[in-house]
């Protein structure tokens, strides 16, 4: 089968190769993978930003259909239409995964990075990773809940957000349209989508698309004032930082109310964040990170997804076939591609 491979260590060393089609083992299923995502993480195993182990298959966003059962699977059947955790290799018995957290095991290797992914016509995966997806959600919107599933992860499950939150995400990539979506979702009242300079076409302009109240430039507008100005001097409920970028998460606490919350999304790229600790104090700000994907987060988005309130394949700017990957790549990069699907 024709697969992206991340071949060695180092920048670059992506390469369309002819690859064997894995057999399922024991409680594993082989999916035929219909429509599989390109995120940031890709990119960054590319830039050999990001831990992996060549050669691997890139790809964790996707979903498929159940073509083979492995031995003794229980709950599935062939031509059942799914969706993936992304948490294989969990050890099972550290105190994360026994408490319901195998997303963050010291453990994991997750399809795309410590095992082989979904950037090719097969992928095996543990039966008891999968989710359902409803006959009505087509493959191209369901290869985007794994991102949607992270976005509810973070502003339902970790930042705990309630209806009527005046709310303010940074950054506007796919990941930040998601949590301003699920945000929405949720019962926010108003949601302030900021970015930079090179957000200002596809990005900004999709935000206004996506409808939401307030879409701005932090180059031309002071964004804390604004935020101020729309609170009437009490600030925001709770702050997102979807960027990474540390000015950004320097500048969340001023804009928040007092008793508020920040949630960090955004990976820094190993950089350090000059953070104004006391303000956070003298505000008693809650923070939160959140790493991954739990099992409800997946359940809760599906459900949001199905029932309209959370339109997660509106992120999608462009669909593909597999051997335009290297486009697909150049055109995130530049910000001229929000999601990107690819079609093994």
């Given at each position: 089968m024709?697969?992206?491979?991340?071949?060695?260590?180092?920048?670059?060393?992506?390469?369309l190769?002819?690859?064997?089609?894995?057999?399922?083992?024991?409680?594993?299923?082989?999916?035929e993978?219909?429509?599989?995502g390109?995120?940031?993480?890709?990119?960054?195993?590319?830039?050999?930003?990001f831990p992996?182990?060549?050669?691997?298959?890139?790809?964790?966003?996707?979903?498929?259909?159940i073509?083979?059962?492995?031995?003794?699977c229980?709950?599935?059947?062939?031509?059942?239409?799914?969706?993936?955790?992304p948490?294989?290799?969990?050890?099972?018995?550290?105190?994360?995964?026994?408490?319901?957290?195998?997303?963050?095991?010291?453990?994991?290797?997750?399809?795309?990075?410590?095992?082989?992914?979904?950037?090719?016509?097969?992928?095996?995966?543990p039966?008891?990773?999968?989710h359902?997806?409803?006959?009505?959600?087509?493959?191209?919107?369901a290869?985007?809940?794994?991102?949607?599933?992270?976005?509810?992860?973070?502003?339902?499950?970790?930042?705990?957000?309630?209806?009527g939150?005046?709310?303010?995400?940074?950054?506007?990539?796919?990941?930040?349209?998601?949590?301003?979506?699920?945000?929405?979702?949720?019962?926010?009242?108003?949601?302030?989508?900021?970015?930079?300079?090179?957000?200002?076409?596809?990005?900004?302009?999709?935000a206004?698309?996506?409808?939401?109240e307030s879409?701005?430039?932090?180059a031309?507008?002071?964004?804390t004032?604004?935020?101020?100005?729309?609170?009437?001097?009490v600030?925001?409920?709770?702050?997102?930082?979807?960027?990474?970028?540390?000015?950004a998460?320097?500048?969340?606490?001023?804009?928040?109310?007092?008793?508020?919350?920040l949630?960090?999304?955004?990976?820094?790229?190993?950089?350090?964040?000059?953070?104004?600790?006391?303000?956070?104090?003298?505000?008693?700000?809650?923070?939160?990170?959140?790493?991954?994907?739990?099992?409800?987060?997946?359940n809760?988005?599906?459900?949001?997804?199905?029932?309209?309130?959370?339109?997660?394949?509106?992120?999608?700017?462009?669909?593909?076939?597999?051997?335009?990957?290297?486009?697909?790549?150049?055109?995130?990069?530049?910000?001229?591609?929000?999601?990107?699907?690819?079609?093994?």
């Open positions: 024709l697969a992206l491979v991340k071949t060695q260590k180092g920048k670059g060393f992506l390469e190769m002819d690859m064997p089609e894995p057999k399922p083992g024991k409680g594993e299923v082989l999916l993978i219909k429509a599989t390109i995120c940031g993480t890709d990119l960054h195993v590319r830039e050999d930003q992996y182990w060549p050669p691997v298959i890139l790809g964790h966003e996707f979903a498929g259909e073509v083979e059962l492995g031995p003794d229980k709950y599935y059947k062939l031509g059942d239409r799914v969706v993936g955790e948490h294989t290799k969990a050890c099972g018995q550290c105190y994360l995964c026994r408490t319901g957290n195998p997303q963050i095991c010291m453990d994991k290797r997750s399809p795309g990075w410590g095992i082989h992914g979904s950037f090719c016509k097969y992928l095996v995966m039966e008891h990773l999968l359902k997806i409803p006959d009505n959600m087509d493959f191209d919107t290869a985007v809940l794994e991102p949607t599933a992270n976005a509810v992860h973070n502003v339902i499950e970790r930042a705990g957000i309630v209806a939150d005046f709310v303010v995400v940074i950054g506007p990539g796919p990941i930040g349209l998601l949590c301003g979506l699920t945000a929405e979702a949720a019962g926010a009242r108003h949601v302030v989508m900021a970015g930079a300079p090179p957000d200002e076409g596809m990005r900004l302009e999709k206004k698309a996506l409808g939401f879409v701005v430039n932090v031309k507008v002071d964004l004032e604004m935020v101020m100005d729309l609170t009437n001097g600030g925001a409920d709770l702050v997102i930082d979807c960027s990474g970028a540390p000015r998460i320097a500048g969340m606490p001023a804009m928040a109310r007092k008793k508020g919350k949630q960090a999304v955004g990976l820094t790229g190993g950089r350090n964040v000059d953070f104004p600790w006391n303000t956070c104090s003298t505000k008693s700000l809650d923070i939160s990170f959140g790493m991954s994907t739990s099992y409800t987060s997946w809760r988005a599906i459900a949001l997804v199905a029932k309209g309130l959370l339109p997660a394949g509106e992120v999608i700017s462009h669909r593909m076939p597999l051997t335009e990957w290297e486009t697909a790549f150049e055109e995130i990069a530049a910000c001229r591609a929000l999601k990107v699907i690819l079609h093994p």
